[in-house]
């Protein structure tokens, strides 16, 4: 509940589960591949640190999809700016208007 409302303060651990729940059920899509270099834009993103949203989530090196798919959808302006190219990707993957 914190995440949804303070997600300045804590991270949306149910849309990260949603997330997952999303990417299991759809496993014909094409999704991009991340790695670990993602990490800062994120944290620029959100204004969290990569530690306080493992810490959130309660697991070390949680999966980086979910966590750019959270990003996405509760912080999408910032994200936009961000990352452009992956925000683009999101909207054709979630079917969203530009």
Not at 4 to 15: E, G, I, R, S
Not at 26 to 55: A, C, M, Q, Y
């Amino acid at each position: 509940m914190r995440g949804y409302m303070t997600p300045d303060q804590f991270y949306h651990v149910a849309l990260h589960e949603y997330a997952k729940v999303f990417l299991l059920t759809h496993k014909g899509l094409s999704l991009p591949v991340l790695d670990e270099t993602i990490w800062p834009s994120l944290e620029r993103i959100s204004g969290l640190s990569r530690t306080k949203t493992e810490n959130c989530v309660g697991l070390p090196e949680i999966p980086l999809l979910p966590v750019c798919i959270a990003h996405f959808f509760v912080f999408p302006d910032t994200f936009a700016q961000e990352l452009p190219e992956l925000y683009q990707q999101f909207q054709q993957i979630f079917m969203l208007k530009s």
